[in-house]
């Protein structure tokens, strides 16, 4: 069974940093492109990061760009998404995705939630 | 990149068929075949519904069907259920190589 497990969230002042991971089990985690996708409270789905499948890759929203980094660690089975200066707009649940291609995120984790705020 | 543009809402009542639009442009949606869907209850994470336009994963009953037309792709629900209540996203591949998703559409089983 594909399990994502994401870790890490909580409450931060802004222009803080915090460091999500995400532990994959179930599949054959180097095979795969990741990403991490976020939700603001009652709002839609928005595909912050993604990483390719050896990590030479990476792409961003442009809103995050040059405050995120994704990486991962093959060895570990983890993905991980770095967030520094972090402002009151990127309050929102993130969650751990495996991306299959061609626009498929076929497995999701259950999400951590990040509140930005004083 | 812009988001997709669905409904804000549709409903129907159980047994009937419900159809949600999901419109793009000539740089994603018009230009690729990889469209997919997700269903998301409330709380939950989102579900994969279908991909590639019309390709139901494994366990995703067939009441769940998918099309495209131009520039617009379409969710069809037939059957309604009171558990298909939930929030329904589509997403598509883009010209930048990226992914762009749609704003959202609430779906209520009256």
């Known amino acids: 069974e594909v399990q994502l497990v994401e870790s890490g969230g909580g409450l931060v002042q802004p222009g803080g940093s915090l460091r999500l991971s995400c532990e994959a089990s179930?599949?054959?985690?180097?095979?795969?492109?990741m990403g991490w996708v976020r939700q603001a409270p009652g709002k839609g789905l928005e595909r912050a990061a993604s990483i390719k499948e050896d990590g030479s890759t990476k792409a961003y929203v442009d809103s995050v760009k040059g405050r995120f980094t994704i990486s991962r660690d093959n060895a570990k089975n983890s993905l991980y998404l770095q967030m520094n200066s972090l402002r009151a707009e990127d309050t929102a649940v993130y969650y751990c995705?495996?991306?299959?291609?061609?626009?498929?995120?076929?497995?999701w984790g259950q999400g951590t939630l990040v509140t930005v705020s004083s | 990149q812009s988001a997709l543009t669905q409904p804000a809402s549709v409903s129907g009542s159980p047994g009937q068929s419900i159809t949600i639009s999901c419109t793009g442009t000539s740089s994603d949606v018009g230009n690729y075949n990889y469209v997919s869907w997700y269903q998301q209850h409330p709380g939950k994470a989102p579900k994969l519904l279908i991909y590639d336009v019309s390709n139901r994963p494994s366990g995703v009953p067939d009441r769940f069907s998918g099309s495209k037309s131009g520039n617009t792709a379409s969710l069809t629900i037939s059957g309604l259920q009171t558990e298909d209540e939930a929030d329904y996203y589509c997403n598509s591949y883009t010209s930048s190589s990226t992914v762009v998703f749609g704003g959202g559409t609430k779906l209520t089983v009256l």
């Open positions: 179930g599949f054959t985690f180097s095979n795969y492109w």
């Open positions: 995705a495996r991306y299959g291609g061609r626009a498929r995120f076929d497995a």
